[in-house]
């Protein structure tokens, strides 16, 4: 067996491989005969059949299968158990040659980890973006926090909707050319507050002053093609459940 080992990259090798063919004779025949023993053919004994015809039948196969060991073996000699190359992933075959009675070559390439020397970080300045924070910051913060942790308190029912109130709506898509309700597109039980960036103007418009119970009609467009779901979504009809603030 021979082998010969080229740097593609420094992170790549190839590994070639030449085994002649009276090297190989004898395992092949090793395994032509334990094949032989196995199998029956028609008007022969088990393993009576002449090792020609065997060979005619099973050559192919049992060429690829000693030349994948042969394959192991080389990458094991000559890459694996010598240490020199620290082989990361499984190594890819790029090309094989064998048939019975033929010199085997193949070439397999492989990857190897990475070599790199970290220089001193000693004397290294790295920048640090420093934010200062200004008043309206610290007041804006407050202010979410307050709303965030907020206790909700039911209002009258007669009470419109302002625009700091929290919602509690069920929505349901509408069909557009005939108006009426879509089955399975409706969602209940949906709050959200009515200064809240992320809501549709639309609805938020449709909502300001309706009081609880009341049903109320928004056209929302989009450009998308499937409707989502969601306050923030396009909506054709909402009605106004309970409401807090």
């Known amino acids: ?9 420094s992170v790549e090798y190839e590994l070639t491989l030449h085994v002649p063919a009276e090297e190989l004779q004898p395992e092949l025949d090793r395994l032509l005969r334990q094949i032989r023993a196995r199998v029956q ?3 022969f004994r088990p393993g009576k059949a002449p090792l020609s015809l065997v060979k005619k039948l099973y050559g192919d196969e049992v060429a690829l299968e000693l030349a994948e060991r042969k394959i192991r073996e080389a990458l094991e000699q000559a890459v694996l158990e ?3 190359y620290k082989v990361i992933g499984r190594p890819r075959v790029l090309r094989l040659d064998y048939k019975p009675d033929a010199d085997l070559h193949a070439v397999l390439r492989f990857g190897v980890r990475p070599e790199f020397e970290l220089k001193p970080l000693d004397q290294e300045t790295i920048p640090r973006l420093v934010h200062q924070v200004t008043d309206e910051e610290v007041e804006e913060a407050i202010k979410r926090l307050q709303k965030e942790e907020a206790e909700l308190v039911d209002l009258p029912a007669d009470t419109p909707l302002g625009a700091e109130d929290y919602a509690v709506v ?5 069909d557009e ?3 009426t309700p879509i089955i399975g597109e409706k969602e209940e039980g ?6 809240d960036p992320r809501l549709r103007e639309e609805l938020r418009q449709a909502l300001l002053g309706k009081k609880a119970g009341e049903t109320v ?5 989009t450009a998308t093609k499937k409707p989502a779901s969601g ?3 396009p909506l054709r009809g909402a009605r106004a459940g309970d409401q807090a603030a």
């Open 177 to 179: 050319a005939t108006g």
């Open 190 to 195: 949906v709050s959200f507050f009515l200064d």
């Open 170 to 174: 069920d929505l349901q898509r509408l």
């Open 41 to 43: 053919l028609k008007g």
């Open 1 to 9: 067996m021979q082998t010969e080992i080229k740097e593609i990259s």
């Open 231 to 233: 306050p923030h979504a």
């Open 217 to 221: 009609r928004s056209i929302c467009h």
């Open 82 to 84: 010598p240490g020199t």
